[in-house]
């Protein structure tokens, strides 16, 4: 009896644990990337209960996540919300056979998307990856990070003449390089010392170590103003806030993210309960549709990867040297002409040194057939 009642209560714990656990999932969902679901939606995936709401709700947030996990821009692949979903994973090397075969509509199996759901979740971060983009994008991440200086291509407006001006060219962009890497350093110190200067003199403000320099512009300019707070400010404020918000609730997501992943398991056991045998065959039309959909999109990238390095491969042989054994190190074409050129040239001395040595050798046998007659006269 006693068993009992602790069994019981173990297990009304468990369930009130990852009822928690997905109400905070859902919170951090929200606050991080705007994705609305409901705890009701994981109950009904779970028994793959049919409900346009739940089936809606989960391939919103498997489009926003999975563009998220992808962090790149195709804007030169442009589908349907469904097809775009299965493409991106597929290219995360989402390896379920029965994603893919889920018909494009808002009447499909929703314990399929709710597995897709939380292997995007535990197989990639993808919530850790978009917590560190909003704070990076964020006021506060903006004082702290570094400014992404794009690279940009050096190319030669003119082709140098002789080796001297190539080595004077070098020269004089090394010494570009040493004077900017000598402001960067100075800039850099300068920096540093402001930054001191303002944590020294906000130590222990508010209970905190000190505030930081964003902080402590929006402190002055709040104390000096009478009127009302100015929009801008306003707008960091409420930034801020939420995200104190985000990461408060990640905080708590990562202490108890167990607890959901484990309720995932019983998950996966209805579902292995509960799988069909075979597919319908509108699933195994709509399967081979993405499979034609997927090669062919796959034969399109190696294309334009295959045209992008030989375009690559002929702007570096296209450069030129004072040189000549500086250009041929680059062009195997020109080596092969050079080589053909010279055994031709050798080819030619000797022919015309086969040639010179037969004169000379009927010319000395014309002097050695005089030296008899010679001698007789």
Request: net charge neutral; hydrophobic share 40%.
């Amino acid at each position: 009896m006693l068993l009992q009642i602790f069994c019981t209560a173990k297990i009304c714990i468990e369930m009130s644990d990852i009822k928690t656990v997905i109400a905070l999932l859902c919170k951090h969902l929200d606050t991080a990337a705007n994705v609305a679901l409901k705890p009701e939606h994981f109950r009904l995936s779970k028994f793959d209960k049919k409900s346009d709401d739940t089936v809606r709700a989960l391939w919103n947030a498997l489009y926003t996540l999975s563009c998220y996990a992808l962090d790149e821009d195709q804007e030169n692949v442009k589908f349907d919300k469904f097809t775009t979903v299965k493409l991106n994973f597929a290219y995360l090397q989402y390896t379920a056979v029965n994603f893919y075969s889920l018909l494009p509509s808002d009447d499909c199996s929703s314990r399929e998307l709710i597995l897709a759901f939380a292997w995007l979740l535990g197989a990639h971060s993808v919530l850790k990856d978009i917590v560190r983009k909003k704070i990076a994008s964020s006021n506060l991440g903006r004082e702290y990070s570094s400014v992404d200086i794009s690279e940009q291509d050096v190319s030669e407006s003119e082709h140098l003449p002789s080796l001297n001006a190539q080595i004077n060219n070098i020269m004089h962009i090394s010494g570009k390089i040493n004077h900017n890497m000598k402001g960067i350093t100075e800039l850099v110190n300068e920096k540093i010392k402001l930054t001191a200067k303002v944590h020294a003199t906000s130590i222990n403000a508010s209970g905190l170590p000190h505030l930081s320099v964003s902080e402590m512009a929006l402190t002055k300019r709040l104390s000096v103003q009478n009127k009302d707070t100015p929009l801008k400010d306003e707008q960091i404020l409420h930034e801020l806030h939420n995200l104190a918000v985000m990461l408060d609730t990640h905080a708590k997501w990562n202490k108890k993210k167990h607890i959901f992943f484990d309720w995932m398991i019983t998950v996966i056991d209805e579902h292995k309960k509960c799988r069909a045998s075979e597919f319908t065959q509108d699933n195994q039309n709509e399967l081979i549709k993405f499979i034609c959909l997927l090669r062919q999109l796959t034969k399109c990238n190696l294309r334009n990867l295959k045209r992008t390095s030989i375009s690559t491969k002929k702007s570096n042989i296209d450069w030129q040297y004072a040189s000549r054994y500086l250009r041929t190190m680059h062009n195997a074409t020109e080596t092969e002409d050079w080589m053909l050129e010279t055994k031709a040239h050798l080819e030619q001395t000797e022919t015309e040194l086969e040639e010179k040595k037969k004169i000379l050798t009927n010319q000395l046998n014309e002097l050695l057939s005089a030296i008899p007659n010679c001698i007789e006269a």
